[in-house]
């Protein structure tokens, strides 16, 4: 595929013979797979789609994703080595988590029926300019379909994106189908894409490490849901640190017991430099059970904060409802 400049028309990824959703050859007027995004509404189309392919967290610092992941479009593990790695693929319809892992755990999109259309890549993204909407939903759009060419490299990799339980991908759908569908993925160039997509797996600890600096969010996604599970993240750091300066108390408290019954042991130095370290060790002590404390507290009047603020809203307009992916 050869690079296109930010404005011009490019042509459909996949032939025509080889997309594996027919749908919109045939009149209808909503988007297939989502029959309440209506076709004729090119405003709302446009705006569902960004919701679907756009990420604004990770495309805003991709010029510092390099920190968090290797710069490699093709850093993607096929789904039967994600099974090698012992990892659990779950399921996500927010492009944010696409390809994001932690721990035995990594986040996929599932293969919308639409973005396999010819029609709709000939008609809505072959130049979304033309109705008003940004280049760079094409460009999302492009790089979050390449991202099957690297995980699905096999046909056992087919059969797990067929699976009922993760449904990947149609379950119609066969290997050399998919292999057509996916024949020119591999020509589609870094330039063709977002930048997110630059990059292949990105690791959530990393992100979660980096989100206060470059966000201005205290997470880029919540691992932990319970205040339990929470504190149990920080309990074994804080438990070894108290173990660590009680050994130093008691060492220090050893020591005095040697001096004060032995005058060839005693110095006042030693009795100087154990004072201001027990109280200093006290004192951090005393720090970090309140900062415990703190947090804890500030996580409830942050919840009770919330939670007040959407009663007021529901108050001041009861017919309002909350917004989100329709």
Same mark, same amino acid.
């Given at each position: 595929?050869?690079?296109?400049?930010?404005?011009?028309?490019?042509?459909?990824? /996949?032939?025509?013979?080889?997309?594996?959703?027919?749908?919109?050859?045939?009149? #209808? $007027?909503?988007?297939?797979?989502?029959?309440?995004?209506?076709?004729?509404?090119?405003?709302?189309?446009?705006?569902?789609?960004?919701?679907?392919?756009?990420?604004?967290?990770?495309?805003?610092?991709?010029?510092?994703?390099?920190?968090?992941? +290797?710069?490699?479009?093709?850093?993607?593990?096929?789904?039967?080595?994600?099974?090698?790695?012992?990892?659990?693929?779950?399921?996500?319809?927010?492009?944010?988590?696409?390809?994001?892992?932690? $721990?035995?755990?990594?986040?996929?999109?599932?293969?919308?029926?639409?973005?396999?259309?010819?029609?709709?890549?000939d008609t809505f993204m072959s130049d979304p300019s033309k109705y008003g909407a940004e280049v760079k939903l094409r460009k999302a759009?492009?790089?979050?379909?390449? !991202?099957?060419?690297?995980?699905?490299?096999?046909?056992?990799?087919?059969?797990?994106?067929? $699976?009922?339980?993760?449904?990947?991908?149609?379950?119609?759908?066969?290997?050399?189908?998919?292999?057509?569908? !996916?024949?020119?993925?591999?020509?589609?160039? $870094?330039?063709?894409?977002?930048?997110?997509?630059?990059?292949?797996?990105?690791?959530?600890?990393? &992100?979660?490490?980096?989100?206060?600096?470059?966000?201005? +969010?205290?997470?880029?996604?919540?691992?932990?849901?319970?205040?339990?599970?929470? /504190?149990?993240?920080?309990?074994?750091?804080?438990?070894?640190?108290?173990?660590? &300066?009680?050994?130093?108390?008691?060492?220090?408290?050893?020591?005095?017991?040697? =001096?004060?019954?032995?005058?060839?042991?005693? =110095?006042?130095?030693?009795?100087?430099?154990?004072?201001? #370290?027990? !109280?200093?060790?006290?004192?951090?002590?005393?720090?970090?059970?309140?900062?415990?404390?703190?947090?804890?507290?500030? +996580?409830?009047?942050?919840?009770?904060?919330f939670a007040i603020a959407h009663r007021l809203r529901q108050k001041k307009n009861p017919q309002q409802r909350p917004k989100g992916h329709?």
């Amino acid at each position: 595929m050869s690079a296109q400049t930010e404005t011009s028309s490019v042509p459909c990824p /996949f032939h025509r013979d080889d997309q594996l959703n027919g749908d919109l050859d045939t009149s #209808l $007027d909503y988007l297939p797979g989502h029959p309440r995004i209506k076709l004729g509404d090119e405003k709302g189309l446009f705006e569902f789609i960004r919701r679907e392919v756009w990420s604004e967290d990770l495309e805003s610092i991709s010029g510092r994703l390099w920190w968090m992941s +290797k710069q490699d479009s093709s850093n993607i593990s096929p789904l039967h080595r994600q099974r090698v790695k012992g990892r659990q693929i779950i399921v996500t319809e927010d492009p944010r988590l696409h390809l994001v892992w932690i $721990d035995n755990r990594i986040f996929l999109k599932p293969l919308p029926q639409y973005i396999t259309s010819f029609v709709f890549w000939d008609t809505f993204m072959s130049d979304p300019s033309k109705y008003g909407a940004e280049v760079k939903l094409r460009k999302a759009a492009l790089g979050y379909l390449r !991202t099957y060419f690297y995980l699905i490299q096999h046909e056992s990799d087919l059969r797990i994106a067929k $699976d009922p339980s993760l449904s990947l991908v149609p379950e119609e759908v066969t290997w050399l189908q998919f292999c057509q569908f !996916t024949a020119r993925f591999h020509d589609i160039t $870094d330039h063709e894409v977002s930048e997110r997509y630059h990059y292949g797996e990105i690791r959530l600890t990393r &992100l979660n490490y980096y989100a206060p600096i470059f966000l201005g +969010k205290s997470h880029y996604q919540r691992e932990n849901y319970q205040y339990r599970a929470y /504190f149990a993240r920080i309990q074994g750091p804080l438990i070894s640190a108290f173990a660590f &300066l009680s050994i130093v108390l008691n060492c220090m408290q050893v020591s005095l017991a040697a =001096s004060t019954s032995d005058e060839r042991y005693s =110095s006042a130095l030693l009795f100087a430099a154990c004072y201001w #370290l027990s !109280t200093l060790i006290g004192f951090v002590t005393g720090v970090l059970v309140l900062m415990l404390v703190f947090i804890f507290l500030f +996580k409830v009047v942050r919840e009770w904060r919330f939670a007040i603020a959407h009663r007021l809203r529901q108050k001041k307009n009861p017919q309002q409802r909350p917004k989100g992916h329709v």
